[in-house]
Structures are given as C-alpha cells and as structure tokens.
C-alpha cells in the first residue's frame, strides 16, 4: 500500500523555523526517484520549493534559498524526506506536499499546512 504522510507543519511568527518531515513507503519510486517538497497557497498553483536526489542533490526554489533546506533519509522500507524551514515569511503561508518529483505519478499525501503571521 503506498503511503506518503507529510507532518510537522502548524503555526509559525515571521522569522522563525518550521521542520515538516514526510514518509514515503509501498512504492521503489520513492527509493529511486527525487522527491520533491511541492507548495499550494490559496488561489495559487501548486509549486515545487525544493528536490533531492537519491543521492543528496538539491535543487530550490529561488523564493526559499538560502532559507529551506531538503534533506532525505533512504532505509530500507521507508523514505523519509524533510524541509528545514528558517526565516519563514507570510508568503511561505501554504500547504505543503512532498511527491515524486522525478517520475510521474499520482501519488500526493493530504499536506500538511504552514502558516506563518507577520
């Protein structure tokens, strides 16, 4: 069964750190594939902020660099991919996903929501 469960989001004040965390397993997808954290704000696209490789290369978004930092962990059963959110703005406000981002496919967890006040 392929699971993908994004965590860690909540409520933060501008300028301060979020860590949300995803679990990925039920699919080699995830273990071979890059991963991307992806975001929706309200009345917006949803968009890719940051990837990882399956060996450790990143890419960002231009909006989060230098401020979000991906990281990933490959075990056996599970993948487990995080975003290190520091600096948060008002318009980081969204809700984030974590998805394939090398490989198409429909596998989307239900997010998890940021909010950060000014």
């Known amino acids: 069964q392929v699971q993908l469960e994004e965590s860690g989001g909540g409520l933060a004040q501008a300028g301060g750190s979020l860590r949300l965390s995803c679990a990925a397993s039920g699919s080699i997808i995830f273990s071979i594939a890059a991963m991307g954290w992806y975001r929706q704000a309200p009345g917006k696209q949803r968009e890719l902020v940051a990837s990882i490789t399956r060996g450790g290369s990143t890419n960002y978004a231009d909006s989060v660099k230098g401020r979000f930092t991906i990281s990933r962990d490959n075990a056996k059963n599970t993948v487990t991919v995080y975003l290190q959110m520091n600096s948060l703005k008002p318009e980081d406000t969204a809700v984030y996903y974590c998805?394939?981002?090398?490989?198409?496919?429909?596998?989307w967890g239900q997010g998890t929501q940021v909010t950060v006040s000014s």
């Open positions: 998805h394939p981002s090398s490989i198409n496919t429909d596998y």
